[in-house]
């Protein structure tokens, strides 16, 4: 189990007393909290390969997967796991920026993606369309500031997502890579350091720019 399994059980009660966005905070209360996703990811996909495999794994992963099946799950992803955010474009004139995100989320040997990914890299990781979110920085704040918040491990996100299935890609060196594909229904980006708001993805866009 890694950092980012353990904090995300211990971090959940924390981000779901902060004052969020009313869009973003509907979705999470109606979604169920994940206390850690390398053992969802475990379990919904099923290591039912190889000779020593218990016969019931099928049966167990699809029994899971079922009961997952259209309900909507709610995780954090802490500032040292959140490898997945990176500042895009900003413009001094106006102080808007835009956040890029990699809709892969690593845990334990697979990961969560949205939705599944058609080929992978040179070095066998799995080829995705960016997600964007834009703002504009507080008063006080510059470009420089802006980038070092990623650089040093400043920010955080929470997802909520529905499960979809399963995905495989070959891995390189021979046999395949698994991971679970889902629609992420909403994306909060926050300063971890104060919980304000940077950027929300929201039913599939930009939440700032469809205002």
Same mark, same amino acid.
């Given at each position: 189990?890694?950092?980012?399994?353990?904090?995300?059980?211990?971090?959940?009660?924390?981000?779901?007393?902060?004052?969020v966005?009313?869009r @973003?905070?509907?979705?999470?209360?109606e979604?169920e909290?994940?206390g850690?996703?390398?053992?969802?990811?475990?379990?919904?996909?099923?290591?039912?390969?190889?000779a020593? &495999?218990d016969?019931?794994?099928?049966?167990?992963a699809e029994?899971f997967?079922?009961?997952?099946q259209?309900?909507?799950l709610?995780?954090?992803v802490?500032e040292?796991?959140?490898?997945?955010?990176?500042? $895009?474009?900003? %413009?001094p004139a106006?102080?808007?920026?835009?956040i890029?995100?990699?809709p892969?989320?690593?845990?334990?040997? %697979?990961?969560?993606?949205?939705?599944a990914?058609?080929?992978?890299?040179?070095? $066998?990781?799995? &080829?995705l369309?960016?997600?964007? &979110?834009?703002g504009?920085?507080?008063?006080?704040?510059? $470009? %420089?500031? @802006?980038n070092?918040?990623f650089?040093?491990?400043?920010?955080?996100?929470?997802v909520? @997502?529905?499960?979809?299935?399963?995905? %495989?890609?070959?891995?390189?060196?021979? =046999?395949?890579n698994? =991971?679970?594909?889902?629609?992420?229904?909403?994306?909060? &980006?926050?300063?971890?350091?104060?919980?304000?708001?940077?950027?929300?993805?929201?039913?599939?866009?930009?939440?700032?720019?469809?205002?």
């Amino acid at each position: 189990m890694n950092r980012f399994l353990v904090a995300a059980a211990l971090l959940l009660p924390t981000l779901a007393l902060a004052d969020v966005d009313a869009r @973003f905070a509907k979705l999470r209360d109606e979604a169920e909290p994940l206390g850690g996703l390398g053992a969802f990811l475990e379990n919904y996909i099923g290591a039912c390969e190889g000779a020593f &495999v218990d016969a019931q794994c099928k049966a167990q992963a699809e029994a899971f997967r079922k009961k997952y099946q259209g309900k909507r799950l709610y995780m954090i992803v802490t500032e040292d796991d959140a490898g997945m955010l990176a500042p $895009g474009p900003y %413009s001094p004139a106006t102080g808007e920026y835009t956040i890029n995100i990699t809709p892969f989320f690593p845990g334990g040997r %697979s990961a969560l993606t949205h939705g599944a990914p058609k080929k992978a890299d040179a070095n $066998g990781n799995p &080829v995705l369309p960016l997600i964007t &979110v834009t703002g504009t920085l507080p008063e006080g704040w510059n $470009g %420089s500031l @802006f980038n070092r918040m990623f650089s040093m491990r400043g920010v955080r996100a929470a997802v909520v @997502f529905t499960p979809q299935g399963v995905w %495989s890609l070959p891995k390189k060196g021979g =046999g395949k890579n698994y =991971g679970v594909t889902a629609r992420i229904e909403g994306l909060l &980006v926050t300063e971890g350091r104060t919980g304000q708001q940077l950027g929300l993805w929201l039913n599939g866009k930009d939440a700032n720019a469809s205002r």
